[in-house]
């Protein structure tokens, strides 16, 4: 708390000074005109009532709090009290002096507003919160403004009311301004009012015609989806009863035949059954049950229900990775687990070799499952479209695979029915990973908006981006992106979380959604380029809406739209970056022709190729150079590479430069552990004899966050 001034009443004059201090205190913290007006017209009313009705107050100023920080007048008499309190706060009293309107008047000019009374005395305390822009209180400007008091006598009473008057013609040539554009809005409304009217009566009649299909629809899935299972269930019965020989012997053929007639009536109650689930969530008739479950045993429990479908293929493995530091959930663990069955199912039928790993993350009060194939991938144009119902993507992994195209829409709707949602990440020729986000515990409405603990640990070797972002699933993607290069995410999901992460440090970019939950991000971005501090940091704008324009004519140095693209990604933070340095590249190897090949391939860039033939030459360079990237050979004679790595990461001044090792040893797992993060990247100089050599460099350097 800093206290700024004092003031007694005690003469009808006191209460003009009151009201001219409480301008002068209000316009040095950074109040604009209107609130040290405001400011101003409530001190000087409530200290009129403490002089007509007490004789004598005492006015104290002062400034509370650290983030906001807040104004507060504290205005105390010593008189009889106020008998009628509770019916002038409610606007019901008319005084025989006046219109009766102090307090409340006052009231609604200021932020905060508390009245004490008693027969020993009142106290109204009253406070303005500081804007937004205004510097934060310090001692120092404490003092600056309490000297400033000190030094400025107060106007002459006539000095006042001339003040008062200027300030009553403002405010009047801004209601004529108002009164103006309500009557030009009002002329617009009548003129288009006929039109909303009609729009409104066709979108009535549309909405009941929808509503309508849609629960002939719903009822006609459920009543068909019924009639259906009975007959299929007979099917599969008296086909189990022909397979298990019990009215004696099939031929082969035969056999085949009440095999094949099996499996089709397999296929069909799946789609029966998930066509019913489906009427069932549309009609709001599907039920929840929340219980309390541990994750590690919903995972045994899909570990060892879906490990027969691995028989198919047994090139590709199925990881749970254990659970860690994830509460006891209390939801639909039926429906949680179908979720994931229907995600696990879908990656087994398009990965025929590599993983699926199914993982789960504790964010705020939510539980992100995520199931990560290393299948054929999703084209971009189908990412949305396998989440309509009776959708499957085209391939020939999935002509092999016959499918009902109701589990992912399922799916979506089962975890929007708990409180969450899902998402997904692919990349073609990679893999896929889908997202199912679901709340602890059901029907908790925190469980959408909470915010994770702030934890911040930044890597001393690689350069921080600040992600303002507030989508789990897309902070995933960038992380993912980022993984293997120089750069590390560093994550806010609120400009709360984005302004304190700028107070600890300065991050190399920043990647700025401008669509945050609740939040508008245009006047973050605006500010950020005005504060000489953060200025000359380059902002990235990427959201979902073509809001280009706007986002350059308010500073941002680059856009892209959602989805972005891992390349083009890793592209334009390089040139933010490094703008227009030079770019050096050393190669450190001692065979000549490795440096041959190597700079045959950089021959088309803009690079300056410096070389070194071993390693002490090598660690001078990389000194006195300061170069952009460093190729580094680990077999050479006196000093080895990861001798060179060593020496070059545990100096200040040769730590920033990212390395990449080029090397044609097959290296140990050991040896791998002790290059660690140390290198951007570990490449076979075989792999740079190939035909795909330019692509693999080109991406390899973008990593290592040069410009190309």
């Known amino acids: 708390m800093t206290t700024l001034l004092n003031i007694e009443i005690r003469f009808e004059q006191d209460v003009v000074m009151s009201r001219q201090r409480a301008r002068q205190i209000a316009q040095g913290l950074g109040f604009d005109p209107q609130d040290q007006t405001r400011i101003a017209t409530a001190v000087s009313e409530i200290a009129r009532n403490a002089f ?6 005492k006015i104290e100023f002062r400034v509370e709090g650290e983030s906001p920080q807040i104004l ?24 025989p002096t006046g219109m009766g309107l102090g307090i409340i008047g006052s009231k609604r000019l200021m932020d905060r507003f508390d009245i004490e009374s008693s027969p020993s005395g009142t ?71 006929r039109g909303v009217v009609a729009l409104y009566a066709e979108l009535d009649e549309k909405a009941e015609f929808l509503e309508r299909a849609n629960e ?94 691995l028989s198919h293929n047994s090139s590709t493995s ?40 199914i993982k789960a993350d504790k964010i705020g009060n939510n539980v992100v499952f995520s199931v990560a194939d290393t299948g054929i991938g999703i084209a971009p144009k189908d ?81 921080p981006i600040l992600v303002i972002e507030d989508n789990a699933e897309t902070i995933f993607t960038y992380e993912k992106y980022l993984e293997k290069s120089i750069y590390q995410i560093v994550s806010a999901r609120s400009l709360k979380e984005a302004k304190y992460a ?55 140095d680059a856009f892209l739209i959602k989805p972005v693209d891992r390349l083009l990604l890793l592209k334009k933070i390089n040139t933010l970056v490094r703008g227009d340095i030079p770019q050096k590249l050393l190669i450190v190897d001692d065979q000549v022709v490795s440096r041959y090949l190597l700079k045959q391939l950089l021959a088309d860039s803009r690079f300056t190729i410096i070389e070194a033939t071993d390693g002490h030459s090598g660690i001078q360079l990389a000194h006195s150079e300061n170069p952009a ?45 002790n290059i660690g993060n140390r290198a951007v990247v570990i490449l076979s100089k075989e792999s740079l004899s190939s035909q795909e050599a330019s692509a693999i460099l080109s991406e390899v350097l973008m990593k290592a966050g040069l410009v190309l």
């Open 216 to 309: 002939l629809k719903t009822h006609f899935l459920s009543n068909m989806s019924h009639e259906f299972r009975t007959p299929l269930n007979s099917i599969m019965s008296l086909s189990a009863m022909l397979t298990d020989r019990m009215d004696g012997e099939l031929t082969t053929e035969q056999e085949k035949q009440v095999m094949f007639i099996r499996k089709s009536a397999e296929g069909l109650l799946e789609l029966v059954n998930d066509l019913l689930d489906l009427a069932k969530v549309e009609a709001g008739k599907i039920v929840v049950y929340p219980k309390e479950f541990e994750l590690s045993d919903l995972f045994a429990t899909l570990r060892g229900m879906l490990r027969p479908l």
């Open 502 to 556: 700028l107070e600890k440090f300065k991050p190399k970019a920043v990647l700025l959604d401008v669509l945050l939950e609740e939040e508008s991000t245009w006047s973050f971005l605006s500010k950020m380029k005005q504060n000489p501090a953060t200025q000359d940091i380059p902002i990235l704008v990427a959201t979902v809406i073509d809001n280009e324009k706007k986002s350059l004519a308010l500073g941002a």
């Open 52 to 57: 007509q009705y007490a004789k004598l107050g």
């Open 383 to 463: 990412r949305e479209r396998i989440f309509e119902e009776f959708t499957q993507v085209d391939s020939l992994i999935q002509k092999r695979f016959k499918g009902t195209g109701l589990g992912l829409p399922l799916s979506r709707k089962l975890a929007e029915l708990l409180g969450g949602g899902v998402s997904l990440f692919s990349e073609m020729g990679v893999g896929s990973t889908f997202f199912a986000t679901i709340p602890i515990v059901y029907g908790d409405e925190t469980a959408r908006v909470s915010v994770p603990e702030i934890s911040w640990e930044l890597d001393p070797l690689r350069s």
């Open 72 to 95: 507060l007048i504290s205005i105390s008499d010593k008189g009889e009290g106020i008998a009628n309190l509770n019916i002038i706060q409610e606007g019901n009293y008319k005084s």
């Open 123 to 193: 106290k109204v305390v009253m406070g303005k919160t500081l804007p937004k822009r205004a510097a934060k209180l310090t001692t120092n400007l404490s003092m600056q403004i309490a000297d400033k008091l000190a030094i400025q006598p107060p106007d002459n009473p006539f000095a006042e009311i001339q003040q008062q008057n200027q300030e009553l013609i403002r405010t009047l040539d801004e209601l004529r301004k108002h009164q103006e554009e309500l009557t030009d809005l009002n002329r617009e409304l009548e003129a288009t009012n």
């Open 629 to 673: 990237c460093i190729f580094l050979d680990l077999v050479m004679p006196e000093m080895n590479g990861l001798e060179v790595l060593e020496h070059l990461k545990s100096n200040t001044a040769t730590r920033h430069i990212p390395v990449i090792i080029n090397t044609s040893n097959l290296l140990s797992e050991e040896e791998i552990r």
């Open 318 to 357: 199925l990881i749970f990775e254990e659970p860690v530091d994830i509460p006891i959930l209390n939801t639909d663990e039926g429906k949680v687990a179908q979720i994931l069955r229907n995600f696990i199912s879908n990656a087994l039928k398009y990965t025929e070799q590599g993983e699926i790993r």
